[in-house]
């Protein structure tokens, strides 16, 4: 078939200075920093829901994407059309990696045997574009949010039926993104949650999603699967309350049902954002917790409380994200992933480049004002410096287990009073941290 971005050549870096819309200025991939290029740091992907399948609808009107190689049929042929057109601009746009749910890759048919053989179909061309271009796929995950079946949930679902067909989505899924190479694979309840505690068994349903879990869990070993367990936390939409609402939550659960060790985190900045979280917070607590397995790399509109999913381009953002990451020592198999779609202004294919490259070069730059900030470590001195009473003495005793409530008591009586503690700084450590942009 034609090339579908006949007018673009291959995004090249051009440094700094470069006034090339269609360059990059800061993502060198074979930049070293802290030992690792730039490319093995960042580990790039391009998401196949937003990029490809995304039509710029809302609930006011319908979509405005221009996209000639796309007739809008829910057909096989459609869909591997789609897939070569994927693999071009990926391949342009020099990413490593890739990711898609089950149904954004290959249409729903009538029954699950049909939609089996329609993902078999695509999932053949995914492999030979995959071959011929060196791109990997960096997760796969089941869509169980769309279809009106799972309006009530599909592995909380209050009907028996629904989560069996998940389950066997589910299963499917996992089979072809072991075909594929897949590094990982992501759960995102979209549905599992609740509208009102009313109608709602809250225990059975957390019961029956760590079946879920356990069952992909011991499908995975039974078919050689070794790709890392992924949950995506998200606090609400569409449902009132989802069970995965933020990090402290999914490990609280994955804790609780003894599937810690076979899952971490795909954290998510506008998902932090509804949570009422920082992105930098959700990464320190998975961090802190040995559980952070990727990011999705977007941010979301302050002024909305709604999932906006916005490219970034923050540097204040990409600067704090890759501070956590780096100091947790990297994602492992994660990666930095654009779940992330263009406007519904910015309408012509050309844009997916713009936004793409835009979103490559904030965390490229936000990777080195990082790293150099890790070199100069002055905040590092600061924290060590502001909880220095606990590496000796009574800090220590506390730390270690010694101290007890009739230690502590006797220390203080003794003691007789507490001394002035050192100021937080919270306006010079703002300040130093503007010195570096």
């Known amino acids: 078939m034609a090339a579908a971005f006949p007018e673009i050549e291959k995004i090249r870096y051009e440094g700094p200075k470069s006034k090339n819309p269609l360059a990059f200025r800061w993502y060198n991939p074979d930049e070293v920093i802290e030992g690792k290029t730039m490319a093995e740091h960042l580990r790039f992907s391009v998401v196949y829901w937003h990029t490809f399948r995304g039509t710029g609808s809302d609930p006011f009107g319908p979509g405005t994407m221009l996209r000639p190689w796309d007739d809008g049929s829910e057909s096989v042929e459609n869909a591997i059309r789609r897939v070569k057109v994927a693999f071009e601009f990926i391949e342009k746009l020099g990413a490593p990696f890739y990711a898609f749910h089950d149904r954004d890759v290959a249409p729903e048919g009538a029954t699950l045997r049909e939609s089996h053989k329609n993902f078999d179909a695509v999932a053949k061309v995914l492999k030979d574009e995959q071959d011929r271009t060196g791109i990997k796929l960096l997760w796969g995950t089941a869509n169980l949010f769309s279809n009106p079946r799972f309006m009530h949930g599909a592995a909380t679902s209050s009907h028996a039926d629904v989560f069996a067909y998940g389950a066997a989505q589910v299963k499917k899924c996992l089979e072809v993104t072991k075909a594929l190479g897949g590094e990982n694979y992501v759960f995102w309840g979209g549905r599992e949650g609740y509208q009102n505690l009313l109608n709602t068994d809250l225990k059975r349903e957390l019961d029956h999603l760590a079946k879920f879990f356990h069952m992909a869990v011991d499908y995975a070993k039974k078919i050689g699967f070794t790709g890392q367990f992924l949950i995506e936390p998200k606090p609400k939409e ?4 989802q069970y995965d609402s933020d990090a402290a939550a999914c490990l609280n659960f994955l804790r609780s049902y003894d599937l810690l060790p076979y899952f971490k985190l795909n954290l998510e900045t506008n998902h932090a954002t509804l949570a009422g979280h920082t992105m930098m917070h959700e990464l320190e607590y998975a961090g802190m917790q040995g559980a ?4 999705d790399a977007n941010t979301g509109d302050l002024l909305l409380g709604w999932d906006t999913d916005q490219f ?24 930095v992933n654009f779940d992330a779609k263009v406007r519904r202004e910015s309408f012509e294919p050309i844009d997916l480049f713009y936004a793409h490259i835009g979103g490559m070069d904030a965390f490229a730059r936000g990777l080195k004002i990082a790293a150099e900030m890790r070199a100069d470590g002055e905040f590092t001195k600061f924290v060590k410096d502001r909880y220095s009473t606990w590496d000796s003495g009574i800090g220590a005793e506390i ?7 009739e230690t502590l008591e006797a220390y203080m009586l003794e003691k007789g009073e507490i001394s002035p503690h050192k100021s ?7 300040n130093l941290f503007n010195r570096y942009f």
């Open 424 to 430: 937080g700084r919270q306006e010079m450590l703002e």
């Open 312 to 335: 970034p381009t923050n540097l204040y953002l990409t600067t704090e994200c890759m501070l956590a990451i780096l100091k947790w020592g990297g994602m492992g198999a994660g990666g």
């Open 292 to 295: 952070l397995g990727s990011i």
């Open 399 to 405: 730390e270690s287990g010694k101290a007890t409530f």
């Open 238 to 241: 569409p449902t009132k309350h």
